[in-house]
């Protein structure tokens, strides 16, 4: 199995919910990343979990809040977003120096 | 400071071959990384190289020269599904497994018939 799942793949939120996005993968990596992607741009890290813990945080507003319960799961905890934030959210992971695997994303929209 | 530079677009005919290039100014460099994507999809590995060189894999080929901050990727016998951005990524040093990619802008590739 070499997949990363994310869900769900599209979400819209008001910018006073609280949402979550998920993402699972079941290859025994240890270290796991989110990005943000705009569109007609590339994936700018956010995130970076290196055996559960929270080895590198690219100065992302609290509004975003990364976490790690297991070595398969990482969620982003999300709140009072602004719409600037729409974007698409990729999760990735990687076991060795040599490549990193992504999963779909999720579409995000705030309104 | 990070620079990554690929052109913005590129165009090229079905059965023909077409060399995709980026060039980087990075603090720090531990590899560099060849990425595809379709439009909607997520990036998907397509190379890696850490040393000069060429690396060769199927139609897709990558080259890496450090003195000139410099790579290209070659796609040969190009296929309409291979329309996509590309985008060139630099590992940043350390980390051990971790991967800090730095992405460039990326190159979108129209195939034409």
């Known amino acids: 199995d070499t997949e990363v799942t994310q869900t769900p793949k599209h979400l819209v939120m008001g910018m006073t919910n609280k949402k979550s996005l998920k993402c699972e993968q079941h290859?025994?990596?240890?270290?796991m990343y989110w990005y943000k992607q705009k569109a007609k741009k590339p994936p700018e890290l956010m995130f970076v979990y290196s055996y559960e813990k929270l080895s590198i945080n690219e100065s992302v507003p609290s509004r975003f809040s990364p976490e790690c319960p297991n070595s398969s799961l990482l969620n982003l905890h999300l709140h009072a977003l602004q719409p600037e934030d729409s974007a698409l959210y990729l999760c990735?992971?990687?076991?060795?120096?040599?490549?990193?695997?992504f999963g779909p994303g999720t579409r995000l929209t705030v309104t | 400071g990070q620079n990554i530079d690929q052109p913005t677009e590129m165009t090229a005919t079905e059965g023909a071959i077409v060399q995709i290039n980026c060039t980087y100014q990075?603090?720090?460099?531990?590899?560099l990384f060849w990425y595809q994507q379709h439009a909607g999809e997520a990036p998907t590995f397509l190379s890696y190289?850490?040393?000069?060189g060429l690396e060769e894999k199927g139609r897709f080929s990558s080259f890496l020269s450090r003195s000139k901050g410099y790579s290209y990727l070659l796609l040969k016998e190009l296929q309409m599904k291979d329309s996509a951005s590309y985008l060139c990524a630099v590992r940043a040093p350390g980390g051990g497994a971790t991967n800090k990619l730095i992405f460039g802008t990326g190159t979108l590739l129209a195939v034409q018939p």
């Open positions: 990075t603090s720090g460099f531990n590899g």
């Open positions: 990735a992971s990687s076991q060795t120096a040599y490549e990193q695997y």
């Open positions: 190289n850490v040393l000069d």
């Open positions: 290859m025994g990596h240890r270290a």
